[in-house]
């Protein structure tokens, strides 16, 4: 049964890349997004305030916290558009895995996101950032950047099963630009308004980006806070996980 359910997501998760094939501009959007914001806040807004040492060390893991956050809007569309033409409602129809459908769809988009993490590590490099921790530091802070978009996915699956149509996407999508922008990505907490830092220091996106901070060995990072980056990612998946499988298991056929 386990080995069923496997090749039907990887049939589904080849199923999205041939669409991304199909669609090499969306893919390089996406990718040059965080890449134009980057340099955007490295060469033109400047030095972020009360950051000790290069500025761009402290922006690019930042940035790379804060790209894991951004594009699920491609996901919401693609679960809202096979949900409104009755896609998956065809899929369900199938003698498939429950969810493989899902499983597909967050195999394809993590891919994408590493493909993300590799091309803005190389944007940074060039832009002078280095990573001064070693090659196990390095895999870990990779890792909590993965395990962050991973819970961001579902959360995004999760809210597109809601919605139903792509329309509706347009109006969660505003909400993920508040919750990227209210935390440490760019500036330092203790620079914000005392009320504003606080909230700031609580966001999961300022709790990973601090931890990756740390383990990369530039300023603004602090020690402990890797517990905290992996229990809240951990945290929304308990919620929102078997919220979107539970909505997808009750979805009609």
Known sequence: MTAHALTDSWTMTRRELARWARQ?????????????????FGY??????????????????????????????????????????????????LPMANGAVLVGRSAADMLQSAAGLAVMTAVGYALGWRAHGGPGAFLGAVGLLLLLRFAMLWIGIFLALVAGKPELVQAVQILVWPVGFLSNAFAAPDSMPGWLGTAVQWNPLSQTATAVRDLFGGPGGEPGHVWAAVGWPLALLAVFFPLAVGRFARLSR
């Open 24 to 40: 090499p501009v969306t893919v390089a959007v996406n990718l040059v997004f965080p890449v134009m914001l980057l340099l955007m």
């Open 44 to 93: 033109l807004v400047g030095g972020g305030r009360d950051v000790s040492g290069d500025y761009v060390d402290y922006l690019v893991p930042g940035m790379l916290a804060l790209t894991m956050a951004f594009g699920l809007e491609g996901t919401m569309i693609a679960v809202t558009r096979d949900l409104d033409k009755g896609v998956i409602d065809r899929f369900r129809s």
